[in-house]
């Protein structure tokens, strides 16, 4: 199987293998508790939240939040940042599902909402997000690089433009696609909320983290005992975690060589589809992740193309993997400008760790093959 959707998830590390094993097996304690078992997991949590804080150059350990994955982070971000002023909440109309559906419940409550508009390659202004930030809002969230096209986003910039309006104004980036590939680093005047995925970059599925800058007051979404410093209940899954903190730290120590090999695979796969079969590139000229490669098929249904791609032993994607199995418009494609039609015959093609230039070769072929026999 030439495996090219690891935008929805990736092979488990052997790293992150090897630090989850004993904590599926003998090292079974709950850390809430007191004796030596429990201390045990405590303490194997307590040292994958140093590793990541180190990683990432946090100031604190402590600002290292543990959840259930991307999804939940971004809640906690967005909601968690808005609900204790029921301060106002700025994101674009192409972020993650998480991101905006919290945003909606937010809105619910009371709470302002204003979802910004992109240009036709799904960007957004620093000035646009800036003009829509006044002294009732709560947070911003934009993030690095969107989980569909691979576009990125000058969160740096839009950092600096909403700081310049208000300094009390929190923002929040969704680095959950860019953190194999791009440095995700804490710096003063940089995002005050940062979420990450351990299943997108070689950790195991159903746990992640959310950078909290230290002096942040955020309001729990999950309730109950308090575990995870008192922003997000519930008992914790000592194994995934110590894989996350194995993942972080092996695609941080890897990353160029990452980069290095999967823009080859990439760019290649595209360079060589171009010269057998007639394809459109949704991300056109914008700047995006080495990994993505996201393509319009003129006249042949993203479905049916799907499809044959599996039985052909490539495996691919439209749309975001989150939203299921049913293949629905994207509401990225749809803020984009896109027609459904053209939206209709889009795939994204997501290349990994482990991927080099004759992968990009392979899949070429493979989805040339495919798309010559179905015209």
């Known amino acids: 199987m030439l495996y090219l959707d690891h935008a929805a998830s990736t092979p488990l590390r052997p790293e992150a293998r090897a630090a989850m094993v004993p904590f599926v097996g003998e090292r079974f304690g709950n850390p809430s508790g007191v004796h030596a078992t429990a201390q045990q997991a405590k303490n194997a949590i307590e040292a994958a939240r140093e590793q990541i804080a180190a990683s990432i150059g946090a100031a604190s350990p402590l600002e290292i939040v543990f959840t259930g994955g991307g999804t939940e982070s971004d809640n906690l971000a967005v909601v968690g940042a808005a609900l204790p002023t029921r301060g ?82 929190l923002v929040h980036t969704d680095a959950v696609q860019a953190f194999a590939s791009l440095p995700v680093e804490v710096y003063d005047g940089g995002p005050d909320l940062i979420s990450v995925s351990a299943h997108k970059i070689g950790g195991p599925q159903g746990v992640g983290f959310l950078f909290v800058r230290d002096g942040i007051d955020l309001e729990p979404v999950i309730h109950g005992g308090g575990q995870e410093l008192g922003r997000r209940s519930g008992t914790h899954n000592v194994a995934a975690i110590v894989g996350l903190g194995a993942a972080v ?100 093609f997501s290349f990994g760790r482990g991927d080099d230039a004759s992968t990009g070769v392979a899949a070429a072929d493979t989805v040339a093959g495919v798309v010559e026999a179905l015209t």
């Open 88 to 169: 106002g909440i700025v994101a674009t109309a192409v972020e993650h599902a998480a991101v905006l559906e919290s945003a909606r419940f937010a809105e619910r409550l009371g709470m302002a909402v204003s979802i910004l508009s992109v240009d036709r390659l799904g960007r957004v202004t620093p000035a646009a997000v800036a003009a829509h930030v006044d002294s009732g809002t709560a947070i911003v969230s934009v993030m690095m690089a969107n989980n569909e096209t691979g576009v990125l986003q000058p969160v740096a910039e839009i950092t600096q433009a909403v700081r310049a309006v208000s300094d009390r104004v």
């Open 249 to 348: 730290e092996a695609t941080v120590a890897d990353r160029d060589s990452y980069r290095s090999n999967v823009a080859a695979a990439r760019d290649r796969f595209e360079q060589d589809l171009r010269l057998r079969i007639d394809i459109e590139n949704t991300a056109g000229t914008a700047e995006r992740l080495v990994s993505h490669s996201h393509l319009r098929f003129p006249g042949i249904a993203a479905e049916t193309l799907l499809v044959r791609l599996d039985l052909a032993g490539l495996a691919a994607a439209a749309g975001a993997a989150c939203h299921s199995g049913a293949i629905q418009s994207s509401h990225v494609l749809t803020a984009m400008g896109i027609d459904p039609v053209a939206a209709s015959e889009s795939i994204r």
